[in-house]
């Protein structure tokens, strides 16, 4: 099993940025895929970004394109989010996520079986 650690989050205004972090232990990440959920009061926990620990690849929801970029330093196990141009609807706590990779990405937060304690950011209008 994996063990996340998301310390960060915060209170920002809108068109300000944030960086999120998540570090990981426990056990050999080499195949694993590392993602960002997010979830708003009243709202289901929704897809933000996924990064594969080995490759380059890296997946993003439409509606955070262009403006937050996920990146690993696998020296220090760590996935970072770093969130751009924040607007008052990023507003959530925002969860760091791991799986096994299985052949595709999954942005269906059911089948990730590994979460953080969750973080809360908040964008102010």
């Known amino acids: 099993q994996v063990q996340l650690v998301e310390p960060g989050g915060g209170l920002v205004q809108a068109g300000g940025s944030l960086r999120l972090s998540c570090a990981a232990s426990g056990r050999t990440l080499s195949n694993y895929v590392l993602a960002w959920f997010r979830q708003a009061p009243g709202k289901d926990r929704e897809f933000v970004s996924a990064?594969?620990?080995?490759?380059?690849?890296?997946y993003y929801a439409d509606f955070v394109k262009g403006r937050f970029t996920i990146s690993r330093d696998n020296a220090v196990n760590t996935v970072y989010l770093q969130m751009n141009s924040l607007k008052p609807e990023d507003t959530a706590v925002y969860y760091c996520?791991?799986?096994?990779?299985?052949?595709?990405?999954?942005?269906?937060?059911?089948?990730?079986?590994?979460w953080g304690q969750g973080t809360q950011v908040t964008v102010s209008s």
């Open positions: 990064i594969r620990w080995r490759g380059i690849s890296t």
């Open positions: 996520a791991a799986r096994s990779f299985s052949g595709y990405i999954s942005q269906s937060h059911y089948n990730y079986n590994c």
